[in-house]
Nanobody, 120 residues
Framework: QVQLVESGGGLVQPGGSLRLSCAAS????????MGWYRQAPGKQRELVAT???????NYADSVKERFTISRDNAKNTVYLQLNSLKPEDTAVYYC??????????????WGQGTQVTVSS
């Protein structure tokens, strides 16, 4: 019905940058909110950043000064710019979307996750 396809993860040195992308496809009426969560080994999944269709954003305090979320409503795509990366940013990053489908139902969708590893 709806799939979230992620790209951009990988290995980067401390202080480096990455840009994650996630495109939602399917019978989408509207992507009411999209964003990113992450889960490090042995830790709970946590919110990184979200953005509504109107452009309102929400960030975790730990990334607020370093990461930037944006979206392209026409393409149902969300981006996350990760700057000044630290080893503690190492995690699987999951794309999230609260989406109304062609069946006129709203539900939450998740991507499969993309690995971000910050190491020298």
């Amino acid at each position: 019905q709806v799939q979230l396809v992620e790209s951009g993860g990988g290995l980067v040195q401390p202080g480096g940058s990455l840009r994650l992308s996630c495109a939602a496809s399917g019978r989408i009426i509207s992507a009411n909110a999209m964003g990113w969560y992450r889960q490090a080994p042995g830790k709970q999944r946590e919110l990184v950043a979200t953005i509504t269709s109107g452009g309102s954003t929400n960030y975790a305090d730990s990334v607020k000064e370093r990461f930037t979320i944006s979206r392209d409503n026409a393409k149902n795509t969300v981006y996350l710019q990760l700057n000044s990366l630290k080893p503690e940013d190492t995690a699987v990053y999951y794309c999230y979307g609260r989406i109304t489908t062609g069946f006129f139902r709203e539900r939450d969708y998740w991507g499969q996750g993309t690995q971000v590893t910050v190491s020298s």
